[in-house]
């Protein structure tokens, strides 16, 4: 059973850094893409970047140049953010697309969410 859990949120004044990690475990035979999602109180779920198993990374055009999603060490994904705007504020889900099996449809795996608070 493959589990993703976030970690790394928290509270911060705006211009602060935060990092995000997401641990991936369990068996899951292939990984097309990472992704970290956000959602703010009263709106819905939106993609702010992901990382795909070739390297091509993708940005929102609200992030761009302030976050940077990464690959770590065993199955370790990142999400650095700097320079954070009270627009920042949100749930971040870590999300992976792959397959557990090599016959398994390709499926969305999330993990609970972590929450950044950008606030003076």
Known sequence: QVQLVESG???VQPGGS???????SGSIFSIYAVGWYRQAPGKERELVANIT????????DSVKGRFTIS????????????????????????NVEGKAT???????YWGQGTQV????
């Open 71 to 94: 690959r770590g060490a065993k199955n370790t994904k990142y999400l650095e953010m700097n320079d954070l705007k009270p627009e920042d504020t949100a749930v971040y889900y870590c």
């Open 102 to 108: 090599m016959t398994s449809p390709v499926y969305f």
């Open 117 to 120: 608070t950008v606030s003076s």
């Open 9 to 11: 949120g928290g509270l």
């Open 18 to 24: 935060l990092r995000l990690s997401c641990a991936v």
């Open 53 to 60: 198993e070739g390297g091509r990374t993708n940005y929102i």
